[in-house]
């Protein structure tokens, strides 16, 4: 009898320690991948795009990114609830980056993160991401991150890209 009780002890033991309260992730991995490789096989490298963004620490915040190859972005940021440009130091809470190969990246880490923390810490994440059909930008993209138990330490941020143009090579 002592060897069932403790045969059935280490079973539930094992099976306890061996369960893993894993997430869930909602991210179309195959239109990110065909969307970016389509958006570098583009190889537009002069443009101009506006990016509203929202961090939920930050609030919203409106950025002009004029880019052109080989040289550092042009930047306009203006913070709509004051109506002011927002200094060059708090420009990170703000943006998902100065290009729109950088707003990939953006994503990418974030989908790495949310992937990490759904597998690893039970979180829920979706992305929720519009592409553009003729440029193959990200239009639109809501990231939400929830923990288990509605415990604080969520997050997620929005942005949307508007005012897309091209913009001849050396102007």
């Known amino acids: 009898m002592k060897k069932i009780v403790s045969a059935v002890l280490l079973s539930w033991i094992?099976?306890?320690?061996?369960?893993q309260d894993t997430g869930t992730l909602s991210f179309d991995k195959a239109a990110f991948d065909r969307e970016c490789a389509?958006?570098?096989?583009?190889?537009?490298?002069?443009?101009?795009f506006t990016q509203?963004?929202?961090?939920?620490?930050?609030?919203?915040?409106?950025?002009?990114?004029t880019v052109r190859e080989n040289s550092d972005p042009v930047i306009e940021m203006l913070d709509e609830w004051i109506r002011e440009n927002v200094p060059e130091e708090n420009w990170g809470f703000y943006y998902r980056g100065t290009t729109i190969s950088a707003v990939y990246a953006s994503i990418?880490?974030?989908?790495?993160?949310?992937?990490?923390?759904?597998?690893?810490?039970?979180?829920?994440?979706?992305f929720d991401i519009t592409y553009n059909t003729q440029y193959h930008y990200p239009e639109h993209v809501d990231y939400s991150l929830f923990r288990p138990g509605n415990w604080d330490g969520g997050g997620g941020w929005s942005l949307k890209i508007t005012d897309f143009t091209p913009l001849p090579s050396g102007e």
Do not use: H, M
């Not at 389509?38 to 101009?48: G, N, P, R, V």
């Not at 509203?52 to 990114?65: C, I, N, Q, Y």
């Open 14 to 19: 094992v099976l306890t320690s061996c369960e």
């Open 38 to 48: 389509a958006w570098e096989a583009s190889a537009i490298t002069d443009y101009q």
């Open 52 to 65: 509203k963004s929202f961090f939920e620490a930050s609030g919203p915040g409106l950025v002009r990114f």
């Open 108 to 126: 990418a880490t974030a989908y790495a993160f949310a992937k990490d923390a759904a597998k690893n810490e039970g979180c829920d994440a979706i």
